[in-house]
């Protein structure tokens, strides 16, 4: 399956602000890459790319005075088949878990674990262990909490998430990392492309949270936002939550002026050069309403 993805956005500022930007695909993203997702802009600079900790791509630039379009295009393959559900998985004993893992078990600036051990044993401590459970989070945090825009905040943490009930999809994300790393099951947070495909057309595309989980020896995603399997996603970035993968961070104040997202379905069929002779003209979307911002490093930042 093939899938035009890319987004477009402009801002302005009033001095020069360096800026990082989390917006290629993951050095692990398990498809392939027909055209650059690199970050380009419509100013003649330099942008400077590398891989953190976490294999996120990295880009840095210096946004002039004025007004400055970020923006890629290009198109992912995917194996096309929904996302993977290990029923059999089952959870490791702290002991024997790869030393890698032992990071994402304890709490983060978002992801507040220490906070909901005590709740978190007294929902799901009867559960079987292993998918089952995850599964029972993924049922509890998608049933519990509302869905929207206007309910997102810089500050909110996963205990937040829990009291108010409310959130976009990186609080159902970060409330669900917390849970699991309060029953000792490894977690992390993870973001990137979910278009329409398979399901009902909301109208515009937008980046998208969900989270993986150590279970059964291997990483597996889960999404309690949506809470059903689905086809299509694109990983950009990985982290122990929100703070490590922002996806604009910036060092000083900008104006978001407009916002697009796509990732679409293409058509069967086509071969790489008629991929990259489609990539030779400006991708034309949808509006879609701009984001409030999910992490503060210096000033503002998506």
Request: one cysteine or more; aromatic letters at 10%; charged letters at 20%.
């Given at each position: 399956?093939?899938i035009?993805?890319?987004?477009?956005?402009?801002?302005?500022?009033?001095?020069?602000?360096?800026?990082?930007?989390?917006?290629?695909?993951?050095?692990?993203?398990?498809?392939?890459?027909?055209?650059?997702?690199?970050?380009?802009?419509?100013?003649?600079?330099?942008?400077?790319?590398?891989?953190?900790?976490?294999?996120?791509?990295?880009?840095?630039?210096?946004?002039?005075?004025?007004?400055?379009?970020?923006?890629?295009?290009?198109?992912?393959?995917?194996?096309?088949?929904?996302?993977?559900?290990?029923?059999?998985?089952?959870?490791?004993?702290?002991?024997?878990?790869?030393?890698?893992?032992?990071?994402?078990?304890?709490?983060?600036?978002?992801?507040d674990?220490?906070?909901l051990i005590?709740?978190?044993?007294?929902?799901?401590?009867h559960?079987?262990?292993?998918?089952?459970?995850?599964?029972?989070?993924?049922?509890?945090?998608?049933?519990?909490?509302?869905?929207?825009?206007?309910?997102?905040?810089?500050?909110?943490?996963?205990?937040?998430?829990?009291?108010?009930?409310?959130?976009?999809?990186?609080?159902?994300?970060?409330?669900?990392?917390?849970?699991?790393?309060a029953?000792?099951?490894?977690?992390?947070?993870?973001?990137?492309y979910?278009?329409?495909?398979?399901?009902?057309?909301?109208?515009?595309?937008?980046?998208?949270?969900?989270?993986?989980v150590?279970?059964?020896?291997?990483?597996?995603?889960?999404?309690?936002?949506?809470?059903?399997?689905?086809?299509?996603r694109?990983?950009?970035?990985?982290?122990?939550?929100?703070?490590?993968?922002?996806?604009?961070?910036?060092?000083?104040?900008?104006?978001?002026?407009?916002f697009?997202v796509?990732?679409?379905?293409?058509?069967?069929?086509?071969?790489?050069?008629?991929?990259?002779?489609?990539?030779?003209?400006?991708?034309?979307?949808?509006?879609?309403?701009?984001?409030?911002?999910?992490?503060?490093?210096?000033?503002?930042?998506?």
């Amino acid at each position: 399956m093939h899938i035009r993805i890319g987004y477009e956005i402009e801002i302005s500022c009033e001095a020069a602000i360096p800026m990082l930007l989390a917006m290629s695909t993951h050095t692990e993203f398990a498809g392939r890459i027909i055209g650059s997702d690199n970050v380009r802009t419509s100013r003649d600079q330099t942008v400077e790319q590398y891989i953190d900790l976490y294999g996120n791509k990295i880009s840095r630039i210096v946004a002039q005075p004025g007004v400055t379009t970020v923006w890629s295009d290009c198109v992912a393959e995917v194996d096309g088949e929904p996302d993977h559900v290990p029923w059999n998985a089952v959870q490791h004993a702290v002991e024997d878990l790869p030393p890698e893992t032992l990071r994402y078990l304890v709490a983060s600036r978002y992801c507040d674990s220490d906070e909901l051990i005590n709740f978190a044993w007294q929902q799901f401590g009867h559960l079987t262990n292993g998918c089952a459970r995850v599964m029972a989070i993924c049922d509890f945090v998608h049933n519990n909490t509302t869905f929207g825009y206007k309910f997102a905040r810089t500050t909110k943490t996963a205990t937040d998430v829990l009291g108010e009930k409310t959130g976009v999809c990186r609080d159902f994300a970060h409330l669900s990392v917390a849970l699991c790393r309060a029953m000792n099951i490894p977690a992390r947070y993870a973001s990137g492309y979910l278009g329409d495909i398979g399901v009902p057309d909301t109208g515009f595309d937008d980046f998208c949270a969900w989270f993986e989980v150590y279970i059964g020896g291997q990483w597996h995603t889960f999404d309690a936002r949506y809470n059903t399997p689905r086809i299509g996603r694109v990983l950009m970035v990985r982290g122990a939550d929100a703070a490590d993968v922002a996806m604009m961070t910036s060092f000083g104040n900008y104006r978001m002026n407009s916002f697009r997202v796509w990732s679409e379905e293409l058509p069967d069929g086509q071969s790489d050069a008629d991929l990259l002779a489609m990539l030779e003209h400006r991708h034309v979307g949808r509006p879609q309403p701009i984001p409030v911002p999910t992490f503060v490093m210096g000033a503002t930042a998506r």
